[in-house]
Each structure stands twice: as structure tokens, then as C-alpha cells.
């Protein structure tokens, strides 16, 4: 949707730029009666004409977004700035108010006096489809400008870029092979003379913009989500084991107890470790005793034995909990069954934090032999490997019954996913360096090998953490506007850190 | 006379066939190349196979090593111990917030990985030694039937075997000294 209507904005501020000075220039300049000279010429000057101004779009709006990105844009807060933007030039756009700031210059007139006109026509289109090297006839070309850089999206900047291009080149090539043609002559006399028509295609990019800013503005998640976020924030330090539940969210201070944070955005200390969330109460852990409770007041209102508990999860209908990492048991809330295991691994093998919703059970199972994620239905004890990876690990999903949030981490980087909880797509929230780092990839002295690839271009290495900080994204949970992740970090003294990082979802 | 000639001719004739010979022996020992190229001794330009810490170090079993000091890895490019569980620098257990220990992953011989990667089978044939560093390195192929190498062009016959071409190279540093 997104994508779609910053394409038309592109696509119809290109075209009203056919109505600068420059605009106009071409229709001329390519005409076969001008420097083409013939039709023949005419149609390959349109054609390198086109080309350029694609070039030109993409150089201008998919540099932007190349900007954006490296300043690290996306998110909610650049959408809302973004969508602010698009309202601004909409609402410049449909009062016809005055280009301002305007760029006052043009294309080098000599150029197709000297050059091949095909050359020239190539030129002259990279300038024009730049943008901004010559006169500008609507505050759609600043506000996608603005909009490629917020949201910092290459390959949305990419579309705008090829849109505009294409917007820029449409009007110069369908009149420039027909003008001195009363078709053509009537044509460009409309253009010159009827102020009515660059006066709709000003309104036309004013509902463009619009649509923009409402597709920005009232899904900025939608927006954000366009493209794979690369920044996650600090959510909380020193923190790790998080977990959301509404308007609840929890975590483990580590070497201390949990912690709750409330409706009303209190946060207390938990009387015990590793906190969970489920069916509107908090749970926590007193050595081997699980305790359940109200987040209001930490009343228990349930308490299970569990010797050798680890982490938990709990549902309004179960409770499972982790032991030595290689055996989860799981006993129903109403205790009408015993406590039984319901997965058990060998080590070194181990099974990662439990998440519940109603009686779905998802954990990692990781080994040296084995990276996967597993389904249990704790009701039908039906149990199914949701994700396998070879080469890579899986690690730590949450599910809230729907869809499935996990970390997967290879050599070349570690990715928190958002998918479906069966079969379907996923979408990458954020993504960083791999836990190791790794070397160049040549000895010293010598240099990486180009023959054979395309372009004589070698694939781009993975980026590297800095050197002597090994960072794991590890535990997970997952928000109603965002997901939640502990990043691990071990510095060169030896010591681990942990910090929850939140992504747009 | 005639003899201090034909001593003069026959030291110069012995001169030519030798420079012939070292040359032609030259350009049979040493190429020229071989230290054109991304690690010592390899002298095609295949390029490496995908190993978890850059250069396609393996060891005995062609599972990945670490470079510049041959310490396991595994296909995450973690250091690890014997046990195969991960380790920081100085030896020390990889742990979570709570001191317990990461999970260990899969440490897949490097050919094996790129058959995953790449989805067609691989094997690990030929190799061929030089001196490399002070020791002795062996270059080893990642071989397959697949018409083109990692590079993307056409691939070369190497050290591969029955009718498989080079795919990508990796070596295995013995400790035997040169």
C-alpha cells in the first residue's frame, strides 16, 4: 500500500515537471525537426533520455534512503515525521502555493549542440531525473526527498526514484516524436497556455501526497515494517527475560529478582527469579516453587512445586517449566493430571525458555547435531518441529497463539523474526552482526579474488562485531506494538552484560 | 688449441642447457601467481568456500578452523572447547545472564556445509601441498558437478575427480615444517 502510492506521488511529480523550463527544453531539443534531425534519431535520443532520467531518479531518492538508513531512520517516530512531511507539500500542493525553496537552474543548453543528441538526450535526462539540479515544480520532489530519507529505505527509495524517473521522461517522450505535428504542436500549446492543467496535476500530487501521509501516518507500524529494520533501541539495562502480556511487561535483573512494570507504567520488584507473564498474572520463581499472582497487588493466587525449575511459562490452562535445560514438565493449572515431561533432550543438547498460549508449547531444542524449534499441544501431546536450520541456530521462541518470534543466528548475522506459527512468511525486525567476528577473508598481503563474479565484483563480506565484544541475542518476547529481545554481551574483561532491546514490530 | 676450444664450447653449450633447463623447470615449479592470490599456495583463482570466520581454514577433518590461530570453530564462528560448547578468548564458558552456559551449535566440515548452502552435493577430493608460513599447507577442493564455481563462472578441473570441477578451495595447515 505504502509502496503503491509513494510510486504514483513519484510518478506525478515527475510528470509536472515537464512543465519547467527544462520540461519544455527537451520536447524541443528531441523533436525531429530540432538537433535530431530525424525520427530515428528522435526515438533513440527518447530513449537514452529515459534511461538517464531512471538513473537519475534512482541516484537522487535511493541515495536518500542509503542516507536514511546509515543515519539510522525507520521506526514510528520517522514515519510520523515522514507523514508530517507528505501533509505539509500535500496541503502546499493543493492551494497551488509557490515552489519555495526553488532551485534556479538549468540544463547546459550547449550540450546538444556539441554532443551526439543521443548522448545529450542521456545527460540531459540524469539531470532532469536528479531532480533537484533543476527547477522544481511541486513540493512532492522535497517532501519524497524528505520521506526517502526518514523512512531510509533503499529499495522503496529505489521505486521512488525509478517512478520519478519515469515521470519525468513520460510527457518528453510522447510529445517529442510527434512535435511539429499539429498533434504535437496542439499539445504543447496546451501545456504553455492552459494553466488549468499543471494547476489538476498539482492537485493530482497533492492527493498523492495525502494518501501518503495517511498511509504512512495511520499505520506507521505498516511503515516501518517496510522495510527490515536494522536499529533496535535499549529497552531496559541490565535486563534479560522478557516478557509482555498486554499492558504488563516483565524482565529478570540479573543476579537479582524480577521485575514487573504496570498498566500505569510503575514498575516494582518481584519477591523471586525469572519472571513470566500469562492470563493477566505474574509469575515468578522462589527457588523450587512457582508462584502465580495478581500484577496489582503480587496477592499469589497460585503456587506450584517444581524441583529443579528454570525458566516457566504459564497459561490460564498450564504451567510448564524448565529443568536443567534438557527436560520441560508441564502439569495443568487445575492440577486435574500430574506433572509430566513432556520434551526431554541429552546434554549437551539443551532446551531453551519455554513460551505458552493456551496449551501450545514452543522452545528451541539446540545441539551440535540439531538447531530447531518444536511445537508441543500440551492438550493432544501432538508435537511438530516448526523451524529447522542447519548451519544456524534457533533460538528462543515466543508465541502469542498466532504468530512466532524467535532469534536466528548464523556466521554471517543474528535476526530477530516475526512469522506465522505455522507455515507462512516472515518478516525480519532487526538484525546485527554475527556473535563472532570474523577475518578478512585473504592472507596478508593479498587481496580477495574478483575474477569470475559479476561485474569482476566479489560478494560484500557480512559486517563484523567490534573486535573483543561477542554479542548473542538470546531470550525473546513479543509485544503488542513491539518485540523484545536480551542482547548478551561478553567484553573483553570476561564479564557478561545483558540488555533488552525493543524493535518495531 | 682445439681442446680449449671445445672445453670454451662445451662450457657454453652446458651453460645454455642449463639456464634452458632451470627455466623450463621454473616454469613448472613456480608459478608466478601463486602469491597473487587470497592465501598462500593456492594459485587458481577459485575462490574460498564459505567458513564462519572468512579465510577456509580446516582441519584434519575438514570441519572449520579459525585462521590465524587454528582454534575450533563452529558454523556460527564461535569459539569452541573439545566438548564443541562456546568459549570467549581466554577459554572461558560463553554464558547467559544467569552464568549458564549458551547452547553449543553445529560444527560442520566446511565441503558438507556448502552442499546445504548451495543445495547440490559436494566432495571433498584431490589435494595438492606446498609450503605455506614455514609448514606445509594442503589445498583442498570442494568438488561437485556443477558446471559453475562459487565465483559464478565456469568451473576448472583442479584437484577433483571423476569428471567434477572446483566449486571453492579450502586448506588444512599441517604442522610439518618447510
Given at each position: 500500500m505504502l509502496s503503491a502510492v509513494l510510486i504514483a506521488a513519484a510518478l506525478a511529480a515527475g510528470v509536472t515537471g515537464a512543465w519547467s523550463p527544462c520540461g519544455f527544453s527537451m520536447v524541443e531539443t528531441l523533436a525531429p525537426a530540432g538537433y535530431a534531425g530525424r525520427l530515428r534519431t528522435t526515438l533513440q535520443a527518447c530513449a537514452t533520455f529515459t534511461a538517464g532520467a531512471l538513473a537519475g531518479g534512482v541516484v537522487t531518492f535511493g541515495g536518500l534512503a542509503l542516507l536514511g538508513e546509515a543515519l539510522g531512520s525507520g521506526g514510528t517516530t520517522a514515519a510520523a515525521v515522514a507523514a508530517v512531511f507528505a501533509m505539509l507539500a500535500a496541503l502546499g500542493e493543493a492551494r497551488g502555493?509557490?515552489?519555495?525553496?526553488?532551485?534556479?537552474?538549468?540544463?547546459?543548453?550547449?550540450?546538444?549542440?556539441?554532443?551526439?543528441?543521443?548522448?545529450?538526450?542521456?545527460?540531459?535526462?540524469v539531470l532532469l531525473g536528479l531532480g533537484f539540479t533543476t527547477f522544481?515544480?511541486?513540493?512532492?520532489?522535497?517532501?519524497?526527498?524528505?520521506?526517502?530519507?526518514?523512512?531510509?529505505?533503499?529499495?522503496?527509495?529505489?521505486?521512488?526514484?525509478?517512478?520519478?524517473?519515469?515521470?519525468?521522461?513520460?510527457?518528453?517522450?510522447?510529445?517529442?516524436?510527434?512535435?511539429?505535428?499539429?498533434?504535437?504542436?496542439?499539445?504543447h500549446a496546451a501545456m504553455a497556455e492552459r494553466p488549468a492543467i499543471l494547476r489538476g496535476l498539482r492537485v493530482a500530487d497533492a492527493v498523492a501526497l495525502a494518501a501518503c501521509a495517511l498511509a504512512i501516518g495511520v499505520a506507521p507500524a505498516n511503515a516501518a515494517s517496510a522495510r527490515a529494520h536494522t536499529a533496535a533501541s535499549i529497552a531496559l539495562a541490565p535486563a534479560s527475560g522478557p516478557a509482555s502480556d498486554g499492558a504488563l511487561f516483565a524482565w529478570q535483573v540479573p543476579g537479582q529478582t524480577g521485575r514487573l512494570r504496570r498498566l500505569d507504567g510503575s514498575a516494582v520488584?518481584?519477591?523471586?527469579?525469572?519472571?513470566?507473564?500469562?492470563?493477566?498474572?505474574?509469575?515468578?520463581?522462589?527457588?523450587?516453587?512457582?508462584?502465580?499472582?495478581?500484577?496489582?497487588?503480587?496477592?499469589?493466587?497460585?503456587?506450584?512445586?517444581?524441583?529443579?525449575?528454570?525458566?516457566?511459562?504459564?497459561?490460564?490452562?498450564?504451567?510448564?517449566?524448565?529443568?536443567?535445560?534438557?527436560?520441560?514438565?508441564?502439569?495443568?493449572?487445575?492440577?486435574?493430571?500430574?506433572?509430566?515431561?513432556?520434551?526431554?533432550?541429552?546434554?549437551?543438547?539443551?532446551?531453551?525458555?519455554?513460551?505458552?498460549?493456551?496449551?501450545?508449547?514452543?522452545?528451541?531444542?539446540?545441539?551440535?547435531?540439531?538447531?530447531?524449534?518444536?511445537?508441543?499441544?500440551?492438550?493432544?501431546?501432538?508435537?511438530?518441529?516448526?523451524?529447522?536450520?542447519?548451519?544456524?541456530?534457533?533460538?528462543?521462541?515466543?508465541?502469542?497463539?498466532?504468530?512466532?518470534?524467535?532469534?536466528?543466528?548464523?556466521?554471517?548475522?543474528?535476526?530477530?523474526?516475526?512469522?506465522?506459527?505455522?507455515?507462512?512468511?516472515?518478516?525480519?525486525?532487526?538484525?546485527?552482526?554475527?556473535?563472532?567476528?570474523?577475518?578478512?577473508?585473504?592472507?596478508?598481503?593479498?587481496?580477495?579474488?574478483?575474477?569470475?563474479?559479476?561485474?569482476?565484483?566479489?560478494?560484500?563480506?557480512?559486517?563484523?562485531?567490534?573486535?573483543?565484544?561477542?554479542?548473542?541475542?538470546?531470550?525473546?518476547?513479543?509485544?503488542?506494538?513491539?518485540?523484545?529481545?536480551t542482547r548478551l554481551r561478553r567484553g573483553q574483561g570476561g564479564a557478561t552484560t545483558a540488555v533488552v532491546l525493543r524493535a518495531e514490530r | 688449441m682445439s681442446e680449449s676450444r671445445r672445453g670454451f664450447l662445451a662450457k657454453v653449450s652446458?651453460?645454455?642447457?642449463?639456464?634452458?633447463?632451470?627455466?623450463?623447470?621454473?616454469?613448472?615449479?613456480?608459478?608466478?601467481?601463486?602469491?597473487?592470490?587470497?592465501?598462500?599456495?593456492?594459485?587458481?583463482?577459485?575462490?574460498?568456500?564459505?567458513?564462519?570466520?572468512?579465510?577456509?581454514?580446516?582441519?584434519?577433518?575438514?570441519?572449520?578452523?579459525?585462521?590465524?590461530?587454528?582454534?575450533?570453530?563452529?558454523?556460527?564462528?564461535?569459539?569452541?572447547?573439545?566438548?564443541?560448547?562456546?568459549?570467549?578468548?581466554?577459554?572461558e564458558l560463553l554464558t547467559d545472564a544467569e552464568d549458564q552456559p549458551l547452547p553449543p551449535a553445529s560444527r560442520t566440515p566446511l565441503c558438507e556445509a556448502v552442499a546445504e548452502q548451495f543445495a547440490f552435493p559436494t566432495h571433498t577430493d584431490g589435494a595438492w601441498y606446498r609450503c605455506c608460513g614455514g609448514n606445509v599447507r594442503k589445498l583442498v577442493d570442494c568438488c561437485s558437478y556443477n558446471r559453475r564455481r562459487i565465483n559464478g563462472d565456469r568451473g576448472l578441473r583442479g584437484y577433483c575427480y571423476r569428471g567434477r570441477k572446483v566449486f571453492c578451495v579450502m586448506y588444512f595447515q599441517t604442522r610439518v615444517p618447510c
Open positions: 502555493v509557490r515552489i519555495a525553496p526553488q532551485v534556479r537552474r538549468q540544463v547546459p543548453e550547449s550540450w546538444r549542440r556539441v554532443l551526439p543528441l543521443p548522448l545529450a538526450a542521456g545527460l540531459y535526462g522544481i515544480l511541486t513540493f512532492a520532489v522535497w517532501a519524497l526527498a524528505a520521506v526517502s530519507v526518514t523512512l531510509g529505505d533503499p529499495a522503496l527509495g529505489v521505486l521512488i526514484g525509478l517512478a520519478f524517473g519515469a515521470g519525468r521522461a513520460l510527457p518528453v517522450i510522447a510529445l517529442a516524436p510527434v512535435a511539429g505535428t499539429d498533434r504535437g504542436n496542439a499539445a520488584a518481584l519477591p523471586g527469579r525469572d519472571p513470566t507473564l500469562g492470563a493477566g498474572l505474574v509469575g515468578w520463581r522462589e527457588e523450587a516453587r512457582l508462584v502465580l499472582a495478581e500484577p496489582g497487588t503480587l496477592a499469589p493466587v497460585d503456587a506450584f512445586d517444581a524441583p529443579g525449575a528454570g525458566a516457566f511459562a504459564f497459561s490460564a490452562e498450564w504451567v510448564v517449566w524448565l529443568v536443567n535445560r534438557t527436560m520441560l514438565i508441564a502439569q495443568p493449572r487445575n492440577r486435574s493430571r500430574p506433572a509430566r515431561a513432556v520434551h526431554a533432550v541429552q546434554a549437551p543438547q539443551q532446551i531453551g525458555r519455554p513460551s505458552l498460549a493456551g496449551a501450545t508449547l514452543v522452545f528451541h531444542v539446540a545441539g551440535r547435531a540439531v538447531s530447531q524449534l518444536v511445537r508441543v499441544d500440551l492438550g493432544s501431546g501432538a508435537r511438530r518441529v516448526l523451524r529447522r536450520a542447519s548451519g544456524a541456530q534457533l533460538l528462543n521462541p515466543t508465541t502469542d497463539g498466532r504468530e512466532l518470534l524467535y532469534v536466528r543466528s548464523s556466521a554471517t548475522g543474528q535476526e530477530l523474526r516475526l512469522g506465522a506459527l505455522g507455515p507462512g512468511g516472515e518478516r525480519l525486525l532487526y538484525r546485527t552482526t554475527p556473535t563472532a567476528r570474523r577475518d578478512t577473508g585473504v592472507e596478508k598481503g593479498r587481496a580477495r579474488h574478483r575474477a569470475g563474479y559479476p561485474g569482476a565484483r566479489a560478494p560484500r563480506l557480512a559486517p563484523r562485531p567490534r573486535p573483543g565484544i561477542t554479542d548473542t541475542l538470546w531470550t525473546t518476547a513479543l509485544g503488542e506494538n513491539a518485540a523484545y529481545v | 652446458g651453460g645454455l642447457i642449463a639456464v634452458a633447463g632451470a627455466r623450463t623447470v621454473g616454469s613448472l615449479v613456480a608459478p608466478g601467481e601463486a602469491e597473487a592470490y587470497h592465501f598462500c599456495g593456492h594459485i587458481y583463482s577459485t575462490d574460498s568456500c564459505p567458513h564462519p570466520t572468512g579465510l577456509p581454514r580446516i582441519d584434519s577433518r575438514g570441519r572449520p578452523l579459525r585462521a590465524r590461530d587454528g582454534h575450533r570453530v563452529d558454523d556460527l564462528g564461535r569459539l569452541v572447547n573439545v566438548d564443541g560448547a562456546p568459549i570467549d578468548e581466554d577459554g
